[in-house]
């Protein structure tokens, strides 16, 4: 008992002088601090950049959050962050202009051993629809679809939706996830699985092995390339909000995102950089 | 004829209560102002009347998620329950020494993975095995199972803290009546250490109730009234976890009354649970020690 | 031995067998996954390229610091709960009865409220802003009903003769309680503390709102910083290719999770000594 006792004196301690050392650090010199909130698709890319531009300027120090693209625009207003990340396209308001950074497909992936090489519009509308419930109609493959849709708010759904021009109590799924990892993982575990993610995330798969592959959709291919020249039919903007009178600071990293360099950490993402 | 130091700790003991009632309070309230609006808006009867949970299109019905919350929970204590106490059982009466000692460690170890790990655990093994027997997979079943596989090791930790505490009291009086060791442990210790039990079931089926990641790997998140254990279902939490980060306005405002409901949910278990689980014996037994004094 | 309790041993043989199966396969899944990936380097360097590179120093660094946050601010309150409410049946007090309550409702609110909780209370309305310091304090109201419960139960399971003994040497009631029956229940308080802190150390929901999601080395209390269990999420679930990391995290944590166990055992070793009854 005497040992807990003192364990939990010296532990006290400790914290007593953690707070201390808090208020000795705050008499040093300030340094100029950024702090970035939002969408989990773009924060890890972000978190990146943010330490790239930190190596270039030593007196700036940028956080990173994470929690939703709601909380991105939430935290801007009431001024907990000074730059927002968010996943789907938004209007400019008084509170904050938006900052396209990126574009981002969304496509269609099946597993490696499903032959299914492209779906048109009507197709993907069918089967999303439960029309069609076997995959026998479409390839040589046999196999009841598993249909997987995402959860209602995130965007990569509402392009989906948008394309396909139906509303999503109209789509009959059979799981329902929220992360585009959760639906790779599901249709690598899954061979008659079929799902839509952004194609950065199946890109990358597919580059690291995961025995999945991408889907054409009306004949075009999901490509860096396609996404940038608007070929492709599916796609959504990944912005960066702030508010209409930036502190330099924030001027200074917002510029950064566009510079070249910039630029090409976005490509090492499999995004695809705005012009 | 208290003295002053019995006083100072009478009153930190009131200033631990009030600092946990006043954590509720502001959880609750914070609920509250958040859940408003929609509620304001809608009236309470459409969160159980509306024609599904849409909320793209105004519409937020609850009642589906709120009956596989339930079905979900009562499917994995129903397969954690009894295993939790047979293993229990038999770590603390049937493994000795260093063993049982090696198996608490063990068990200690367990109790800390984080839920997401059993998630990709339920999504790499349990889904699949599922998907053999029923197409999809994700379903009521994998969630029931791999909330399950969650749980049981923190239960049978509890149990087992039950049963050693009561074993020093009963243990050897159950057997000097010439009771054999399983008699002891069935006749003698169970029904002595069932408040014990009953806390330990009840926290963690309300870990179950509250339980996002794992679930929400697992068991599909249709919104539906599930039919069988092969159909997938969403849970409450699991419907916050998905759509609180994306979501705005009424929406928002509606999952916040989602996460009313739970707690109002688990306040109907409370009020259940207690009018039968008071045991009488302890309560007499803790006011004598106040009387004491 | 007669049938029915052969019945009664064979279910619960069958029982741990499964369980024991069960859980092998989980552990083995994640240690030959993630122990490739494990050096000295790995815990010695901070993360690089969004966590698929580097280790994890600063992470364990985050973890630790919350942890103790958390434990140290919810033990004493958890302490004196229990004390109240095993020494005063529900029946007795409505105070008393409504503390219950609530402690129980605390004990079943989703992580994500806590989160969103968190945020509005502790990130917002006390300005600590996301910080180890509200993303402890949030663990803490989190982990407290499951201590004050778990103390409950070791409480009161104590004979009421150590009580009466104590109090006939005239001893004050928090002289009884510090040295007499506190020590006599040591080692379940130190089982306690280890349930909650391994609950804490699993949480994830709770903190992405509230201490955050930076990977940098912390520097002060007020600092973000991210939790081994955050990094497993993130890894798993928002970083293509982050799997292999996210299962070595998921190893780190036990390794961390065997670390504590081991010490919280040291410093509970006085009672081991006492002569325990032999089943």
């Not at chain 1, 773009?42 to 929690?67: C, W, Y």
């Not at chain 1, 330099?248 to 995004?271: D, N």
């Amino acid at each position: 008992m005497s040992r807990i006792a003192t364990f939990f004196v010296f532990m006290y301690g400790l914290l007593i002088g953690a707070c201390q050392s808090e208020s000795a650090l705050d008499a040093s010199p300030p340094r100029e601090k950024i702090v970035i909130s939002g969408s989990s698709t773009l924060a890890p890319m972000i978190s990146v950049m943010a330490k790239t531009f930190e190596q270039d300027h030593p007196n700036f120090r940028i956080d990173v959050q994470t929690g939703g693209s709601s909380r991105g625009i939430n935290d801007v207003q009431l001024k907990l962050a000074d730059i927002g990340m968010v996943s789907r396209h938004l209007e400019d308001t008084d509170t904050y202009r938006a900052h396209t950074i990126a574009q981002d497909g969304v496509t269609m992936i099946v597993h490696k051993n499903n032959p299914l090489t492209s779906l048109n519009k009507n197709t993907i509308i069918a089967i999303y629809q439960k029309q069609i419930l076997d995959w026998s109609g479409l390839t040589t493959f046999s196999g009841d679809i598993t249909v997987i849709s995402k959860a209602e708010g995130r965007s990569t759904l509402e392009v989906f939706l948008h394309y396909l021009g139906l509303k999503n109590s109209e789509l009959r799924p059979d799981s329902i996830i929220g992360d585009n990892e959760q639906a790779v993982k599901l249709v690598v575990n899954n061979p008659n699985a079929i799902a839509y993610v952004s194609s950065s995330t199946a890109e990358s798969h597919i580059k690291n092995g995961s025995p999945i592959k991408t889907i054409q959709i009306d004949g075009v291919i999901p490509s860096t390339e396609n996404v940038a020249n608007g070929k492709f039919p599916i796609v959504r903007k990944l912005n960066l909000i702030a508010s209409p009178s930036p502190s330099t600071a924030v001027k200074q990293f917002l510029e950064f995102c566009s510079s070249v360099q910039g630029k090409r950490l976005i490509e090492e993402f499999h995004f695809v950089p705005s012009v | 004829m208290y003295h002053l130091s019995d006083k100072f700790f009478r009153l930190s003991q009131l200033l631990g209560g009030l600092i946990a009632t006043t954590i509720i309070a502001i959880i609750v309230i914070v609920l509250l102002i958040e859940a408003w609006p929609s509620v304001a808006h809608y009236g309470l009867f459409h969160f159980f009347t509306a024609s599904g949970w849409f909320p793209l299109e105004a519409e937020y019905n609850l009642a589906p998620m709120l009956t596989g919350t339930l079905v979900i929970t009562l499917g994995a204590m129903f397969i954690a329950i009894p295993l939790s106490l047979a293993s229990s059982i038999f770590v603390v009466f049937y493994i000795h020494g260093v063993y049982q000692h090696l198996v608490t460690r063990l068990l200690e170890l367990l109790s800390g993975i984080p839920s997401v790990v059993f998630g990709l655990w339920g999504m790499i093994f349990v889904v699949p095995a599922l998907l053999k027997i029923k197409s999809p997979g994700t379903s009521l079943a994998a969630g029931s199972i791999v909330l399950a596989t969650m749980l049981i090791p923190g239960l049978v930790l509890m149990c087992m803290m039950a049963f050693r505490q009561t074993l020093e009291h009963f243990y050897l009086a159950g057997r000097s009546l010439g009771l054999t060791k399983m008699q002891t442990v069935i006749q003698v210790l169970i029904p002595s250490s069932l408040p014990s039990l009953s806390s330990a079931m009840f926290l963690q089926t309300a870990r179950a109730i509250g339980e996002t990641m794992a679930v929400l790997m697992v068991c599909g998140n249709i919104i539906q009234y599930p039919t069988s254990l092969f159909d997938p279902v969403r849970t409450l939490s699991t419907n916050a976890a998905l759509e609180m980060a994306y979501a705005t306005g009424d929406h928002r405002s509606a999952l916040f009354t989602s996460g009313l409901l739970l707690l109002g949910l688990v306040a109907i278990l409370l009020k259940t649970s207690r009018q039968r689980s008071i045991p009488e014996n302890i309560a007499c037994f803790r006011s004598r020690t106040r009387e004491s004094l | 031995m007669n049938p029915s309790e052969k019945v009664i041993l064979g279910t619960c043989i069958f029982s741990i067998t499964l369980l024991a199966l069960l859980y092998g396969q989980i552990v083995w899944e994640i240690t030959i996954n993630g122990l490739p990936r494990l050096s000295w380097n790995w815990f010695t360097q901070a993360p690089a390229n969004a966590g698929l590179q580097g280790g994890i120093s600063s992470i364990l660094i985050s973890t630790m610091l919350i942890i103790c946050v958390s434990l140290i601010t919810a033990t004493p309150v958890a302490l004196a709960i229990a004390i109240n409410l095993s020494e005063i049946p529900a029946t007795h007090s409505r105070g008393i009865s409504f503390l219950r309550a609530s402690l129980d409702l605390l004990a079943s609110i989703p992580s994500i409220v806590y989160g969103l909780f968190g945020y509005a209370f502790f990130v917002i309305l006390c300005k600590l802003g996301f910080s180890l310091l509200s993303g402890g304090l949030t663990l803490a109201c989190m982990i407290l009903p499951l201590l004050a419960r778990l103390f409950e139960d070791r409480l009161k399971e104590i004979p009421i003769a150590h009580f009466q003994s104590a109090r006939a040497c005239g001893m004050h009631q928090w002289q009884i309680y510090f040295f007499v029956l506190l020590p006599s229940i040591s080692r379940g308080l130190i089982g306690s503390i280890i349930l909650a802190l391994s609950r804490a150390l699993s949480e994830t929901a709770a903190l992405v709102y509230t201490a955050g999601y930076v990977d940098r080395m912390p520097s002060t209390l007020s600092d973000s910083g991210r939790s081994l269990s955050v990094h497993i999420l993130d890894l798993s679930m928002n970083v293509p290719g982050g799997n292999q990391n996210s299962y070595a995290s998921a190893l780190t944590l036990l390794l961390l999770l065997l670390f504590i166990n081991s010490s919280a055992l040291w410093m509970g070793n006085q009672k081991s000594n006492q002569e325990r009854i032999k089943v």
